[in-house]
C-alpha cells in the first residue's frame, strides 16, 4: 500500500501562502492519482485537490479554485499543494493519499494516510 509522508505546514496569517509536500512510496507501477484532503476541528476529512499521475490534468474543491494549485514530481514521487490567499476557514490538518481514484460524483483514497501536517491560518 502506498505510503506517504507531509510536510510544510505551520502559522500564517490570512491572505499569507503555504506550500506542502507530499513524499510517497510504495508507488512502483502506480498510476493512479494523488491528492490532499483536509480535516478541521469538529469536522469529517475533505477532499482538496487532486492530480491526475499520468497527464498532470487537476481537480479541486470549489473552495479552493484559484487560491490552491497541485503539483506533482513524478521522478521524486512527489506532490505539492501551493495555498495561496489563505483564510481563517482553511484551519485543519492536511493529509496527502498517494493512491486515489476519481470517478464521478466521488474520489476514493486507497492509500495509507500520513500523520498530516498542520495549517493554522490566522486572522
Known amino acids: 500500500q502506498v505510503q506517504v509522508v507531509e510536510s510544510g505546514g505551520g502559522l500564517v496569517q490570512a491572505g499569507g501562502s503555504l506550500r506542502l509536500s507530499c513524499a510517497a512510496s510504495g508507488r512502483t507501477g502506480n498510476t493512479n492519482d494523488m491528492g490532499w484532503y483536509r480535516q478541521a476541528p469538529g469536522k469529517e476529512r475533505e477532499f482538496v485537490a487532486g492530480?491526475?499521475?499520468?497527464?498532470?490534468?487537476?481537480y479541486y474543491v470549489d473552495s479552493v479554485k484559484g487560491r490552491f494549485t497541485i503539483s506533482k514530481d513524478n521522478a521524486k514521487n512527489t506532490v505539492y499543494l501551493q495555498m495561496n490567499n489563505l483564510k481563517p476557514e482553511d484551519t485543519a490538518i492536511y493529509y496527502c493519499?498517494?493512491?486515489?481514484?476519481?470517478?464521478?460524483?466521488?474520489?476514493?483514497?486507497?492509500?495509507?494516510w500520513g500523520q498530516g501536517t498542520q495549517v493554522i491560518v490566522s486572522s
Open positions: 493519499n498517494g493512491d486515489i481514484i476519481a470517478k464521478v460524483g466521488a474520489i476514493i483514497p486507497l492509500g495509507s
Open positions: 492530480i491526475s499521475w499520468s497527464d498532470g490534468s487537476t
